[in-house]
T-cell receptor
Framework: DVKVTQSSRYLVKRTGEKVFLECVQD?????MFWYRQDPGLGLRLIYF???????EKGDIPEGYSVSREKKERFSLILESASTNQTSMYLC?????????????FGEGSRLTVL | AQSVTQLDSHVSVSEGTPVLLRCNYS??????LFWYVQHPNKGLQLLLK??????LVKGINGFEAEFKKSETSFHLTKPSAHMSDAAEYFC???????????FGSGTKLNVKP
């Protein structure tokens, strides 16, 4: 089974702190994604990556950056956390072109910024 | 352009009665469509997918969905609801190269005893 692992399920950080959210997938997928999920707003794409060192902005990239140095790992970085970044963050991966498009999700990381 | 509309934000059914969660899509090409389920504080799990094969798709836990091109719909159904089906459900359409995914706003299913 494909497994997408997010390093932290729950985090509490202070305003201004730098936050790293890590995501690892074990199926050699080309595509990886970071979403944030907020009540009433559904899932919104922050960034995605279709190859190592490649990234594209999603719908809400402001205040976030990403890193993909290895194919299996996709990190989301909050350079200076703010209270409006309190949210559930979901990482996902997919095979990409040649696959059937299915997204595989991690369990999510719930971030609280005080 | 691709988009997905889930017509109901909340659906409430009694245990043992049928479930219908509605989804309409817009796509400029033959789409791939998915339904995902999310239980509280969990990630999303694939229920079923349509990828241009049979229009009636069977998924896990007794769910199925029918792709109707003429109606641009992909409604999710289950003949008999179970308490464990209470969750949020998302309809999703993907781009032709599977690099982008368009999520509906979600439907919360409540199952009453």
């Amino acid at each position: 089974d494909v497994k997408v692992t997010q390093s932290s399920r729950y985090l509490v950080k202070r305003t201004g702190e730098k936050v790293f959210l890590e995501c690892v997938q074990d199926m050699d997928h080309e595509n990886m994604f970071w979403y944030r999920q907020d009540p009433g707003l559904g899932l919104r794409l922050i960034y995605f990556s279709y190859d190592v060192k490649m990234k594209e902005k999603g719908d809400i990239p402001e205040g976030y950056s990403v890193s993909r140095e290895k194919k299996e790992r996709f990190s989301l970085i909050l350079e200076s956390a703010s209270t409006n970044q309190t949210s559930m963050y979901l990482c996902a991966s997919s095979l990409g072109t040649g696959g059937t498009g299915e997204l595989f999700f991690g369990e999510g990381s719930r971030l609280t910024v005080l | 352009a691709q988009s997905v509309t889930q017509l109901d934000s909340h659906v409430s059914v009694s245990e043992g009665t049928p479930v219908l969660l509605r989804c309409n899509y817009s796509s400029s090409y033959s789409p791939s469509l998915f339904w995902y389920v999310q239980h509280p504080n969990k990630g999303l799990q694939l229920l079923l997918k349509y990828t241009s094969a049979a229009t009636l798709v069977k998924g896990i836990n007794g769910f199925e969905a029918e792709f109707k091109k003429s109606e641009t719909s992909f409604h999710l159904t289950k003949p008999s609801a179970h308490m464990s089906d209470a969750a949020e459900y998302f309809c999703v359409v993907t781009s032709y190269n599977f690099n982008k995914f368009y999520f509906g706003s979600g439907t919360k299913l409540n199952v009453k005893p």
